[in-house]
């Protein structure tokens, strides 16, 4: 099977579904050795990685005529993690309405502000309402569009997603990104420069969750 190049809006789940595969089949093939290194979290993945699918395999399992049986698909749904921020700190106990390729699902945070729901991995878009009347606001969501932390774009992603205003994630840095930059810095307890560097990086990723 042919090498394919990901696209926004891809992760690896939805790659595998694609070609009828669990993720996992497609990550720790031996040909995506070099795609593991260059990207240790499968859940983030970046346009234009190439990823090696590997074929189909076709699995027997014997079973007596005249009687029902009971297969599971591994690894299906998916499971969208997300933890609720505002300017960092966690929107916890509050209740949240959550919309998913039509389907609606509400519940409660918990103390870390956590969402967690089953999904298709191929469900590309969502919106998240957390609070109720004059506290409520509400989140869009796209899935699979979260970039690495190398890239601008990924720095200003997990900014927003906990809370900092700092414009589209479109890897501008302008005043905005600078200005939310230098908040989380100050919150984290790093050098408040605006600048990216390493640790600031590295504090985004830990804490975002990714």
Same mark, same amino acid.
């Given at each position: $099977?042919?090498?394919?190049?990901?696209?926004?809006?891809?992760?690896?789940?939805? =790659?595998?579904?694609?070609?009828?595969?669990?993720?996992?089949?497609?990550?720790?093939?031996?040909?995506?050795?070099?795609?593991?290194?260059?990207?240790?979290?499968?859940?983030? =993945?970046?346009?234009? &990685?190439? %990823?090696?699918?590997? &074929?189909?395999?076709?699995?027997?399992? *014997?079973?007596?005529?005249?009687?029902?049986?009971?297969?599971?698909?591994?690894?299906?749904?998916?499971?969208?993690?997300?933890?609720?921020?505002?300017?960092?700190?966690?929107?916890?106990? @509050?209740?949240?309405?959550? @919309?998913?390729?039509?389907?609606?699902? *509400? /519940?409660?945070?918990?103390? &870390?502000?956590?969402?967690?729901?089953?999904? *298709?991995?191929?469900?590309?878009?969502?919106?998240?309402?957390?609070?109720?009347?004059?506290?409520? @606001?509400?989140?869009?969501?796209?899935?699979?569009?979260?970039?690495?932390?190398?890239?601008?774009?990924?720095?200003?992603?997990?900014?927003?997603?906990?809370?900092? =205003?700092?414009?589209?994630?479109?890897?501008? $840095?302008?005043?905005?990104?600078?200005?939310?930059?230098?908040?989380?810095?100050?919150?984290? /307890?790093?050098? %408040?420069?605006?600048?990216? &560097?390493?640790?600031?990086?590295?504090?985004? %990723?830990?804490?975002?969750?990714?």
């Amino acid at each position: $099977m042919p090498n394919y190049t990901v696209k926004q809006g891809d992760c690896l789940s939805s =790659i595998a579904q694609k070609y009828g595969l669990f993720w996992k089949k497609v990550y720790e093939h031996p040909k995506n050795a070099d795609f593991r290194k260059k990207r240790p979290n499968p859940n983030i =993945i970046y346009p234009g &990685d190439v %990823v090696f699918v590997p &074929d189909k395999e076709e699995k027997k399992e *014997s079973g007596a005529t005249g009687k029902r049986h009971r297969f599971r698909v591994k690894g299906v749904p998916e499971i969208l993690n997300i933890i609720v921020k505002k300017e960092g700190y966690p929107r916890a106990n @509050e209740k949240y309405e959550l @919309e998913i390729d039509g389907k609606t699902f *509400s /519940g409660t945070t918990d103390d &870390d502000g956590r969402v967690k729901q089953y999904i *298709s991995p191929s469900a590309k878009s969502g919106k998240l309402v957390v609070g109720e009347e004059l506290e409520a @606001e509400e989140y869009k969501l796209k899935l699979g569009y979260l970039d690495p932390v190398s890239e601008d774009s990924g720095v200003q992603s997990r900014l927003k997603n906990l809370g900092f =205003i700092c414009g589209k994630a479109d890897g501008d $840095m302008q005043e905005k990104t600078i200005a939310a930059i230098k908040k989380f810095q100050a919150k984290a /307890g790093l050098s %408040v420069t605006g600048e990216i &560097d390493q640790s600031t990086k590295d504090a985004l %990723v830990q804490e975002h969750g990714s």
